[in-house]
């Protein structure tokens, strides 16, 4: 057996939301805005993974799947209000050369990138 999608978002509660993880940003305003009173937590996606890993180490699995390692349309803002990294998957942040507009852009290691390695 295998599991071939395992993942939170990184907010506070993201683990509850599993799948719909994305759905704490509102794109129906000009610019996407999480929505009020999400609480960006790397530390909550991290345990996260460590509990889940923990119990698939039990399970005498042939592979465990990562959703997802970057996403890049998703990147990390200062601003609370604009930070869509927090309905992101991915283990890293993506960080844009300019924030207002696509392009350029590298990653950057959140906690749970370094709980999964």
């Given at each position: 057996m295998a599991i071939t999608e395992c993942g939170s978002c990184?907010?506070?509660d993201a683990p509850k939301r599993g799948g719909m993880g994305w759905y704490v940003v509102d794109y129906s305003k000009p610019l996407p805005e999480?929505?009020?009173g999400v609480v960006r937590s790397e530390a909550t996606q991290a345990?996260?993974?460590a509990e889940v890993l923990e119990v698939f180490g039990s399970m005498d699995l042939h592979?465990?799947?990562i959703y997802q390692f970057v996403s890049p349309?998703?990147?990390h803002r200062p601003d609370r209000r604009y930070?869509?990294?927090i309905a992101s998957y991915g283990l890293?942040?993506?960080i844009w050369e300019r924030p207002d507009l696509p392009g350029d852009w590298h990653w950057e290691r959140k906690q749970a990138f370094h709980t999964v390695a």
């Open positions: 990184t907010f506070v999480v929505k009020p345990r996260y993974f592979s465990t799947m349309d998703s990147p930070d869509m990294d890293v942040k993506a």
